[in-house]
Protein backbone atom coordinates (compact mmCIF):
# COMPACT_ATOMS: atom_id res chain seq x y z
CA UNK A 1 0.00 0.00 0.00
CA UNK A 2 1.06 3.08 -0.89
CA UNK A 3 1.96 5.77 1.70
CA UNK A 4 1.97 9.81 1.57
CA UNK A 5 1.25 13.00 3.06
CA UNK A 6 -0.32 15.91 1.88
CA UNK A 7 1.27 19.10 2.56
CA UNK A 8 1.12 22.89 1.21
CA UNK A 9 4.22 23.88 -0.70
CA UNK A 10 3.84 27.14 0.91
CA UNK A 11 4.62 26.42 4.79
CA UNK A 12 4.94 22.55 4.65
CA UNK A 13 1.59 22.67 6.34
CA UNK A 14 0.06 18.92 6.58
CA UNK A 15 -3.45 18.57 4.96
CA UNK A 16 -6.25 16.40 4.79
CA UNK A 17 -5.84 13.70 2.10
CA UNK A 18 -8.45 14.71 -0.50
CA UNK A 19 -7.46 17.90 -0.23
CA UNK A 20 -7.33 20.50 -3.28
CA UNK A 21 -6.90 23.38 -1.59
CA UNK A 22 -4.28 24.55 1.46
CA UNK A 23 -6.22 25.92 3.79
CA UNK A 24 -4.17 29.58 4.92
CA UNK A 25 -3.16 30.22 1.35
CA UNK A 26 -3.66 29.65 -2.45
CA UNK A 27 -0.32 27.87 -2.73
CA UNK A 28 -0.28 24.66 -4.44
CA UNK A 29 -0.32 21.23 -2.64
CA UNK A 30 2.49 18.01 -2.92
CA UNK A 31 2.60 15.34 -1.54
CA UNK A 32 5.38 13.91 0.15
CA UNK A 33 5.85 9.77 0.12
CA UNK A 34 7.45 7.67 2.20
CA UNK A 35 9.32 5.88 -0.30
CA UNK A 36 12.50 8.14 -0.95
CA UNK A 37 13.70 5.98 -4.02
CA UNK A 38 12.07 5.16 -7.10
CA UNK A 39 11.37 1.10 -7.40
CA UNK A 40 8.96 0.48 -9.75
CA UNK A 41 6.93 -2.47 -8.88
CA UNK A 42 5.46 -5.74 -10.97
CA UNK A 43 2.31 -3.57 -12.17
CA UNK A 44 1.14 -2.73 -15.36
CA UNK A 45 1.91 0.40 -17.10
CA UNK A 46 1.85 3.43 -14.91
CA UNK A 47 1.22 1.41 -11.71
CA UNK A 48 4.96 0.38 -11.64
CA UNK A 49 5.30 4.28 -9.86
CA UNK A 50 2.71 2.91 -7.54
CA UNK A 51 5.04 4.34 -4.71
CA UNK A 52 4.79 7.11 -6.00
CA UNK A 53 1.44 8.12 -6.76
CA UNK A 54 -1.44 9.20 -4.31
CA UNK A 55 -3.55 5.94 -4.13
CA UNK A 56 -3.72 2.59 -2.34
CA UNK A 57 -4.79 0.61 -5.14
CA UNK A 58 -4.85 0.83 -8.84
CA UNK A 59 -7.16 0.50 -11.83
CA UNK A 60 -6.38 -2.73 -13.60
CA UNK A 61 -8.01 -1.65 -16.72
CA UNK A 62 -6.38 1.93 -16.64
CA UNK A 63 -2.97 1.78 -16.88
CA UNK A 64 -0.92 2.09 -20.13
CA UNK A 65 2.07 4.61 -19.34
CA UNK A 66 4.52 6.50 -21.34
CA UNK A 67 6.99 5.03 -23.59
CA UNK A 68 10.75 6.98 -23.90
CA UNK A 69 13.08 5.92 -27.08
CA UNK A 70 16.31 7.76 -28.43
CA UNK A 71 15.31 9.42 -31.54
CA UNK A 72 17.57 9.20 -34.87
CA UNK A 73 15.51 10.64 -37.53
CA UNK A 74 14.30 14.17 -35.42
CA UNK A 75 17.43 14.08 -33.55
CA UNK A 76 19.33 14.17 -37.53
CA UNK A 77 17.65 16.97 -38.37
CA UNK A 78 18.67 19.00 -35.71
CA UNK A 79 21.86 17.90 -34.82
CA UNK A 80 21.20 16.85 -31.53
CA UNK A 81 23.19 13.32 -30.27
CA UNK A 82 21.41 12.61 -27.33
CA UNK A 83 17.53 13.36 -27.68
CA UNK A 84 14.97 11.28 -25.82
CA UNK A 85 11.45 11.30 -26.82
CA UNK A 86 8.45 10.65 -24.45
CA UNK A 87 5.70 9.68 -26.23
CA UNK A 88 2.62 9.25 -25.07
CA UNK A 89 0.05 7.99 -27.68
CA UNK A 90 -1.09 5.13 -29.47
CA UNK A 91 1.92 3.56 -31.40
CA UNK A 92 1.86 -0.55 -31.14
CA UNK A 93 4.86 -0.36 -32.74
CA UNK A 94 6.46 0.89 -30.27
CA UNK A 95 4.45 -0.58 -27.68
CA UNK A 96 2.64 2.70 -26.85
CA UNK A 97 -0.95 1.88 -26.30
CA UNK A 98 -2.70 4.84 -24.78
CA UNK A 99 -6.29 4.33 -25.77
CA UNK A 100 -7.16 7.98 -26.20
CA UNK A 101 -3.68 8.90 -27.61
CA UNK A 102 -2.48 11.74 -25.39
CA UNK A 103 -0.98 12.21 -21.99
CA UNK A 104 -3.87 12.80 -20.04
CA UNK A 105 -4.35 8.79 -20.01
CA UNK A 106 -1.52 9.41 -17.49
CA UNK A 107 -3.78 11.98 -15.68
CA UNK A 108 -7.47 10.07 -15.35
CA UNK A 109 -6.38 6.79 -13.84
CA UNK A 110 -4.94 7.73 -10.33
CA UNK A 111 -7.42 10.62 -9.78
CA UNK A 112 -10.60 8.47 -10.49
CA UNK A 113 -8.67 5.60 -8.18
CA UNK A 114 -8.40 8.72 -5.55
CA UNK A 115 -12.04 9.82 -6.00
CA UNK A 116 -13.14 5.76 -5.67
CA UNK A 117 -10.76 6.06 -2.67
CA UNK A 118 -12.56 9.23 -1.05
CA UNK A 119 -15.96 6.76 -1.44
CA UNK A 120 -18.73 9.50 -0.93
CA UNK A 121 -20.07 8.54 -4.76
CA UNK A 122 -19.92 11.95 -6.03
CA UNK A 123 -20.29 12.53 -10.25
CA UNK A 124 -16.78 13.84 -10.75
CA UNK A 125 -16.99 17.46 -12.89
CA UNK A 126 -14.35 17.63 -15.59
CA UNK A 127 -13.77 20.77 -18.00
CA UNK A 128 -11.93 20.17 -20.92
CA UNK A 129 -10.83 21.22 -24.52
CA UNK A 130 -10.73 18.25 -25.69
CA UNK A 131 -8.01 15.86 -24.53
CA UNK A 132 -8.44 15.53 -20.65
CA UNK A 133 -12.38 15.14 -21.29
CA UNK A 134 -11.58 11.59 -23.43
CA UNK A 135 -9.04 10.75 -21.39
CA UNK A 136 -11.77 10.90 -18.36
CA UNK A 137 -14.24 9.43 -20.11
CA UNK A 138 -12.14 6.24 -20.79
CA UNK A 139 -11.68 5.63 -17.43
CA UNK A 140 -15.03 6.29 -16.61
CA UNK A 141 -16.29 4.01 -19.20
CA UNK A 142 -14.35 0.92 -17.78
CA UNK A 143 -15.22 2.13 -13.65
CA UNK A 144 -18.76 3.05 -13.95
CA UNK A 145 -17.60 6.13 -12.12
CA UNK A 146 -20.16 8.90 -12.67
CA UNK A 147 -18.57 11.59 -14.44
CA UNK A 148 -19.83 14.89 -16.09
CA UNK A 149 -17.65 16.73 -19.04
CA UNK A 150 -18.16 20.42 -19.67
CA UNK A 151 -17.00 20.73 -23.32
CA UNK A 152 -16.94 23.92 -25.70
CA UNK A 153 -18.80 23.19 -28.63
CA UNK A 154 -16.33 23.23 -31.16
CA UNK A 155 -14.15 20.59 -29.00
CA UNK A 156 -16.97 17.78 -29.55
CA UNK A 157 -15.22 16.16 -32.59
CA UNK A 158 -12.62 15.25 -29.87
CA UNK A 159 -15.43 13.17 -27.94
CA UNK A 160 -14.49 9.53 -28.36
CA UNK A 161 -13.72 6.61 -26.35
CA UNK A 162 -12.14 3.26 -27.41
CA UNK A 163 -13.96 1.80 -24.47
CA UNK A 164 -17.44 1.14 -24.91
CA UNK A 165 -19.38 4.96 -23.57
CA UNK A 166 -20.29 4.38 -19.72
CA UNK A 167 -22.16 6.85 -17.38
CA UNK A 168 -20.78 10.43 -19.07
CA UNK A 169 -23.11 12.92 -18.95
CA UNK A 170 -21.49 15.24 -21.52
CA UNK A 171 -22.59 19.18 -21.99
CA UNK A 172 -21.33 21.02 -24.39
CA UNK A 173 -20.99 24.90 -23.61
CA UNK A 174 -21.71 27.48 -25.89
CA UNK A 175 -18.27 29.53 -25.93
CA UNK A 176 -14.20 28.73 -25.10
CA UNK A 177 -12.77 26.79 -23.19
CA UNK A 178 -12.76 29.43 -19.95
CA UNK A 179 -16.31 29.72 -20.85
CA UNK A 180 -16.20 25.57 -19.81
CA UNK A 181 -14.95 26.16 -17.04
CA UNK A 182 -16.78 29.01 -15.60
CA UNK A 183 -20.12 26.74 -15.98
CA UNK A 184 -17.96 23.65 -14.15
CA UNK A 185 -16.95 25.29 -11.17
CA UNK A 186 -20.99 25.99 -10.74
CA UNK A 187 -22.15 23.14 -11.14
CA UNK A 188 -19.22 21.51 -8.86
CA UNK A 189 -20.26 23.46 -5.72
CA UNK A 190 -23.75 21.13 -5.69
CA UNK A 191 -24.26 19.02 -3.52
CA UNK A 192 -23.95 15.51 -5.36
CA UNK A 193 -20.72 16.93 -7.64
CA UNK A 194 -16.86 16.90 -7.00
CA UNK A 195 -14.66 18.77 -9.04
CA UNK A 196 -11.39 17.19 -10.24
CA UNK A 197 -9.20 20.35 -8.95
CA UNK A 198 -7.21 20.78 -12.06
CA UNK A 199 -3.91 21.90 -11.65
CA UNK A 200 -4.64 21.56 -7.70
CA UNK A 201 -5.52 17.53 -7.62
CA UNK A 202 -1.83 16.13 -6.63
CA UNK A 203 -2.98 12.87 -8.64
CA UNK A 204 -3.55 14.57 -11.96
CA UNK A 205 0.40 16.37 -11.68
CA UNK A 206 1.80 12.72 -10.11
CA UNK A 207 0.31 11.09 -12.67
CA UNK A 208 2.20 13.32 -15.69
CA UNK A 209 4.90 13.05 -13.63
CA UNK A 210 5.65 9.25 -14.44
CA UNK A 211 6.50 10.74 -17.55
CA UNK A 212 9.65 12.20 -15.68
CA UNK A 213 10.18 8.86 -14.19
CA UNK A 214 9.69 6.47 -17.26
CA UNK A 215 12.59 8.61 -18.56
CA UNK A 216 15.32 8.69 -16.09
CA UNK A 217 14.62 4.90 -16.08
CA UNK A 218 15.43 4.61 -19.33
CA UNK A 219 18.69 7.34 -19.38
CA UNK A 220 19.76 5.35 -16.14
CA UNK A 221 19.92 9.75 -15.11
CA UNK A 222 17.46 12.83 -15.21
CA UNK A 223 18.15 14.37 -18.72
CA UNK A 224 19.81 18.36 -18.83
CA UNK A 225 17.03 19.44 -20.47
CA UNK A 226 12.51 19.27 -20.95
CA UNK A 227 10.53 20.04 -23.56
CA UNK A 228 6.87 20.48 -23.24
CA UNK A 229 4.40 22.18 -25.06
CA UNK A 230 1.68 23.50 -22.24
CA UNK A 231 -1.81 25.33 -21.30
CA UNK A 232 -2.04 25.49 -17.88
CA UNK A 233 1.59 24.64 -17.17
CA UNK A 234 0.76 21.95 -14.94
CA UNK A 235 2.77 19.45 -16.91
CA UNK A 236 5.81 21.51 -16.59
CA UNK A 237 5.44 21.60 -12.92
CA UNK A 238 5.08 17.47 -12.61
CA UNK A 239 8.27 17.42 -14.35
CA UNK A 240 9.79 19.39 -11.68
CA UNK A 241 8.24 17.84 -8.93
CA UNK A 242 9.44 14.12 -9.99
CA UNK A 243 13.30 15.25 -10.90
CA UNK A 244 12.88 16.70 -6.98
CA UNK A 245 11.81 13.10 -6.06
CA UNK A 246 14.68 11.84 -8.33
CA UNK A 247 17.13 13.86 -7.25
CA UNK A 248 16.50 13.20 -3.31
CA UNK A 249 16.83 9.25 -4.50
CA UNK A 250 20.62 9.73 -5.13
CA UNK A 251 20.75 7.71 -8.05
CA UNK A 252 19.78 9.42 -11.66
CA UNK A 253 21.82 12.51 -10.87
CA UNK A 254 21.89 15.95 -8.79
CA UNK A 255 20.55 18.04 -11.35
CA UNK A 256 17.39 19.89 -12.50
CA UNK A 257 16.42 19.12 -16.16
CA UNK A 258 16.08 22.82 -17.29
CA UNK A 259 12.41 23.36 -18.06
CA UNK A 260 11.70 24.61 -21.69
CA UNK A 261 8.20 25.42 -22.14
CA UNK A 262 5.94 26.42 -25.25
CA UNK A 263 2.95 27.93 -25.89
CA UNK A 264 0.87 28.88 -29.00
CA UNK A 265 1.11 32.80 -29.76
CA UNK A 266 -0.78 34.81 -29.10
CA UNK A 267 -2.87 33.19 -26.70
CA UNK A 268 -0.12 32.44 -24.24
CA UNK A 269 -0.49 34.27 -20.91
CA UNK A 270 1.91 32.34 -19.60
CA UNK A 271 4.96 32.84 -21.74
CA UNK A 272 3.42 36.56 -21.64
CA UNK A 273 3.90 36.68 -17.82
CA UNK A 274 7.40 34.98 -17.90
CA UNK A 275 8.79 37.52 -20.36
CA UNK A 276 7.23 40.57 -18.42
CA UNK A 277 5.02 41.42 -21.34
CA UNK A 278 1.36 42.76 -21.89
CA UNK A 279 -0.71 40.39 -23.13
CA UNK A 280 -1.66 40.32 -26.79
CA UNK A 281 -4.99 40.50 -27.61
CA UNK A 282 -6.41 36.59 -28.19
CA UNK A 283 -6.95 35.12 -31.05
CA UNK A 284 -9.63 32.66 -32.51
CA UNK A 285 -7.32 31.01 -35.13
CA UNK A 286 -4.98 28.76 -32.85
CA UNK A 287 -2.88 26.13 -34.15
CA UNK A 288 -4.19 24.34 -31.19
CA UNK A 289 -6.69 25.92 -28.65
CA UNK A 290 -5.44 23.08 -25.85
CA UNK A 291 -3.08 24.92 -25.28
CA UNK A 292 -5.04 28.33 -24.06
CA UNK A 293 -5.65 28.55 -20.58
CA UNK A 294 -6.31 31.64 -19.39
CA UNK A 295 -6.09 31.36 -15.70
CA UNK A 296 -3.11 29.11 -15.21
CA UNK A 297 -1.22 28.92 -11.55
CA UNK A 298 1.36 31.00 -12.66
CA UNK A 299 2.44 32.89 -9.41
CA UNK A 300 0.80 30.60 -6.82
CA UNK A 301 3.76 28.88 -4.12
CA UNK A 302 4.43 25.44 -6.45
CA UNK A 303 3.39 26.81 -9.75
CA UNK A 304 5.02 27.65 -12.98
CA UNK A 305 6.88 30.56 -11.95
CA UNK A 306 8.67 28.90 -9.20
CA UNK A 307 9.34 25.30 -11.53
CA UNK A 308 11.46 27.56 -14.24
CA UNK A 309 12.84 29.20 -11.32
CA UNK A 310 14.27 26.57 -9.92
CA UNK A 311 15.73 25.02 -12.90
CA UNK A 312 16.59 28.19 -14.88
CA UNK A 313 13.89 26.87 -17.28
CA UNK A 314 12.23 28.90 -20.16
CA UNK A 315 9.19 29.98 -22.17
CA UNK A 316 8.83 30.24 -25.75
CA UNK A 317 6.34 31.60 -27.60
CA UNK A 318 5.46 29.63 -30.92
CA UNK A 319 3.65 30.93 -34.00
CA UNK A 320 0.76 28.87 -35.83
CA UNK A 321 3.53 28.57 -39.00
CA UNK A 322 6.13 27.75 -36.93
CA UNK A 323 4.42 24.83 -35.36
CA UNK A 324 2.85 23.56 -38.75
CA UNK A 325 6.19 23.13 -40.26
CA UNK A 326 7.49 21.26 -36.76
CA UNK A 327 4.12 18.79 -37.04
CA UNK A 328 5.46 18.44 -40.55
CA UNK A 329 8.87 18.16 -39.47
CA UNK A 330 8.48 15.35 -36.57
CA UNK A 331 5.94 13.49 -38.76
CA UNK A 332 8.27 12.68 -41.32
CA UNK A 333 11.35 11.77 -39.46
CA UNK A 334 9.75 9.97 -36.61
CA UNK A 335 7.16 8.16 -38.72
CA UNK A 336 4.03 8.42 -36.27
CA UNK A 337 1.57 10.91 -36.75
CA UNK A 338 1.17 13.35 -33.04
CA UNK A 339 -1.53 15.99 -32.24
CA UNK A 340 -1.03 19.55 -32.97
CA UNK A 341 0.15 20.33 -29.29
CA UNK A 342 3.44 18.64 -29.08
CA UNK A 343 4.00 20.15 -32.31
CA UNK A 344 4.36 23.86 -30.34
CA UNK A 345 7.15 21.76 -28.34
CA UNK A 346 9.07 20.25 -31.33
CA UNK A 347 9.35 24.41 -32.73
CA UNK A 348 10.69 24.57 -29.61
CA UNK A 349 13.10 22.66 -29.31
CA UNK A 350 14.06 23.66 -33.03
CA UNK A 351 14.26 27.43 -31.44
CA UNK A 352 16.72 26.12 -29.14
CA UNK A 353 19.02 24.02 -31.19
CA UNK A 354 19.58 26.99 -33.37
CA UNK A 355 20.59 28.88 -30.31
CA UNK A 356 23.13 28.83 -27.33
CA UNK A 357 19.87 27.55 -25.27
CA UNK A 358 20.80 23.34 -25.48
CA UNK A 359 24.05 21.95 -26.88
CA UNK A 360 24.70 19.65 -28.83
CA UNK A 361 25.89 16.94 -26.37
CA UNK A 362 22.80 17.61 -23.87
CA UNK A 363 20.81 15.06 -23.00
CA UNK A 364 17.40 16.34 -23.59
CA UNK A 365 13.93 14.88 -23.06
CA UNK A 366 10.97 16.14 -25.49
CA UNK A 367 7.47 15.49 -24.29
CA UNK A 368 5.26 14.78 -27.09
CA UNK A 369 2.13 14.63 -25.30
CA UNK A 370 -0.13 12.89 -28.18
CA UNK A 371 0.31 11.49 -31.16
CA UNK A 372 -1.20 8.16 -33.33
CA UNK A 373 -4.58 9.27 -33.87
CA UNK A 374 -4.27 8.12 -37.40
CA UNK A 375 -2.29 4.94 -36.19
CA UNK A 376 -5.21 3.57 -33.81
CA UNK A 377 -8.06 4.19 -36.45
CA UNK A 378 -6.60 0.74 -38.09
CA UNK A 379 -6.84 -1.07 -35.07
CA UNK A 380 -9.96 0.00 -33.41
CA UNK A 381 -13.36 1.16 -34.14
CA UNK A 382 -13.58 4.69 -32.06
CA UNK A 383 -17.33 5.67 -30.13
CA UNK A 384 -18.28 9.00 -30.60
CA UNK A 385 -19.60 10.85 -27.57
CA UNK A 386 -22.52 13.30 -28.58
CA UNK A 387 -23.90 15.83 -26.52
CA UNK A 388 -26.36 15.19 -23.82
CA UNK A 389 -27.19 19.23 -23.70
CA UNK A 390 -25.71 22.13 -25.04
CA UNK A 391 -26.09 24.89 -22.53
CA UNK A 392 -25.17 28.86 -22.27
CA UNK A 393 -24.41 28.99 -19.14
CA UNK A 394 -24.20 27.66 -15.24
CA UNK A 395 -27.83 27.88 -14.58
CA UNK A 396 -28.90 25.58 -17.63
CA UNK A 397 -26.81 23.16 -16.64
CA UNK A 398 -27.77 22.47 -13.34
CA UNK A 399 -31.16 22.43 -14.16
CA UNK A 400 -30.57 19.96 -16.96
CA UNK A 401 -28.33 17.59 -14.51
CA UNK A 402 -30.15 18.14 -11.25
CA UNK A 403 -33.30 17.22 -13.81
CA UNK A 404 -31.44 13.79 -14.74
CA UNK A 405 -30.10 12.89 -10.96
Known sequence: ????????VSDYSLQPSFALNCLNDSSLLRAYYAAKRLEPKDLPGIWRFFDWLPVHGIIEDASEGSITYKSQGLAQELGLKNLYISFSGYWPERKASMPTCSFKDLEAPPTMQRLKEQGDGSTLVVASAGNTARAFAQVASLTGQKLALFVPEKSLSRMWTTAEPGPVTLVSVKGDYFDAITVAEKVQS???FVPEGGARNIARRDGMGTVM????L???AIPDHYFQAVGSGTGGISAWEAALRLKEDGRFGSNLPRLHLAQNLPNAPLYF???GKEPAPAAEDMFDDVLFNRRPPYGVAGGVKDALLATKGDLYGI???????AKQLFEQSEEIDILNAPAVAVAALEQAAKSDA???DDVILLNITGGGISRIKEDYALHALHPDNIVSDWEEAVQFLEGRS
Open 213 to 216: LDAA
Open 218 to 220: ALH
Open 319 to 325: TNDEAAM
Open 1 to 8: MGDYEVRC
Open 273 to 275: AWK
Open 190 to 192: RPG
Open 358 to 360: IHP
